[in-house]
Nanobody, 127 residues
């Protein structure tokens, strides 16, 4: 199991950019798919993006962020990044990273398969 801590959130104007970081502790990081999820007030948690441990090029995105967000992992630093560009007010939420040993695409977009979660970092986009 891994422990996760997010950072990089903040207040940004619409159209701006932020880069979130998710730092993991433990050797299990190398065999962990890392996902980003978000939850806005009054809304359910939703999938944002994930990167498989099978290959760092195996990345998946939710449709609303496709083309604007980029997920990447640096195994040497036990860190996963979420680069967020062209931010919109609808992106305002608390962002969480999570870890799972799953790697099948149909599973790793589901929050229920993730067993370890970070405390979250708040992203607020002003319009």
């Amino acid at each position: 199991q891994v422990q996760l801590v997010e950072s990089g959130g903040g207040l940004v104007q619409a159209g701006g950019s932020l880069r979130l970081s998710c730092v993991a502790s433990g050797r299990a990081f190398l065999t962990s798919t890392i996902g980003w999820f978000r939850q806005a007030p009054g809304k359910e948690r939703e999938f944002v993006a994930c990167v498989s441990w099978i290959s760092s090029s195996s990345t998946y995105y939710a449709e609303p962020v496709q083309g604007r967000f980029t997920i990447s992992r640096d195994n040497a630093k036990n860190t996963v990044y979420l680069q967020m560009n062209a931010l919109e007010s609808e992106d305002t939420a608390n962002y969480y990273c999570a870890a799972t040993s799953e790697y099948k695409p149909s599973w790793i977009i589901r929050g229920s398969v993730y067993g370890s979660w970070g405390p979250g970092t708040q992203v607020t986009v002003s319009s």
